[in-house]
T-cell receptor
Framework: DADVTQTPRNRITKTGKRIMLECSQTKGHDRMYWYRQDPGLGLQLIYYSFDVKDINKGEISDGYSVSRQAQAKFSLSLESAIPNQTALYFC???????????FGEGSRLTVL | GENVEQHPSTLSVQEGDSAVIKCTYSDSASNYFPWYKQELGKRPQLIIDIRSNVGEKKDQRIAVTLNKTAKHFSLHITETQPEDSAVYFCAASIGSNYQLIWGAGTKLIIKP
């Protein structure tokens, strides 16, 4: 089945370290997104990309950067991780908007 | 900024009874309103969505109603079953890119 795959699924790191979360998809969608989920806050959009040459900031982009390496790959980086970036991160894809978002299984990041 | 308020944060209902979750949005230009279900430890998945040119949409035991004048929309689940236990998120689109603003989520508990 076509899917959205995130790696790593779990990561524990220390303050100040650089972290990369990777996302790949086999759905053939052009649009890809990175969301952050915190308990009681729902989902917040970090960055989104509508094609390889298009990158857009979301609501909470400070402290994060992204790279769209190919139509199927979209990675999220934390250049210098801090404890309040501890959260569950989801990658998602969609066809032309507005429409269904297909989420990956999530990457749980803990920053000590 | 734009926001979506979702109530209640927790809802406990007897199996077989109905459940209603309500969301209010602030952007009068919003025209797409999805609902996602997230089971414990799983990824969010779309269960139903509605566009602004429609007042109500049904899919078996699930229905969504939209009141554009009042800027609120609701999810209705009838004949609740144990597998309906999950966190439900509403969202509303903003801007020409249909970026989604999410509610904080409702934890639905189905009591046997």
């Amino acid at each position: 089945d076509a899917d959205v795959t995130q790696t790593p699924r779990n990561r524990i790191t220390k303050t100040g370290k650089r972290i990369m979360l990777e996302c790949s998809q086999t759905k053939g969608h052009d649009r890809m997104y990175w969301y952050r989920q915190d308990p009681g806050l729902g989902l917040q959009l970090i960055y989104y990309s509508f094609d390889v040459k298009d990158i857009n900031k979301g609501e909470i982009s400070d402290g994060y950067s992204v790279s769209r390496q190919a139509q199927a790959k979209f990675s999220l980086s934390l250049e210098s991780a801090i404890p309040n970036q501890t959260a569950l991160y989801f990658c998602a894809t969609s066809d032309s908007g507005p429409g269904e978002l297909f989420f990956g299984e999530g990457s749980r990041l803990t920053v000590l | 900024g734009e926001n979506v308020e979702q109530h209640p944060s927790t809802l406990s209902v007897q199996e077989g009874d109905s459940a209603v979750i309500k969301c209010t949005y602030s952007d009068s230009a919003s025209n797409y309103f999805p609902w996602y279900k997230q089971e414990l430890g799983k990824r969010p998945q779309l269960i139903i969505d509605i566009r602004s040119n429609v007042g109500e949409k049904k899919d078996q035991r699930i229905a969504v109603t939209l009141n554009k004048t009042a800027k609120h929309f609701s999810l209705h689940i009838t004949e609740t079953q144990p597998e309906d236990s999950a966190v439900y998120f509403c969202a509303a689109s903003i801007g020409s890119n249909y970026q989604l603003i999410w509610g904080a989520g409702t934890k639905l508990i189905i009591k046997p």
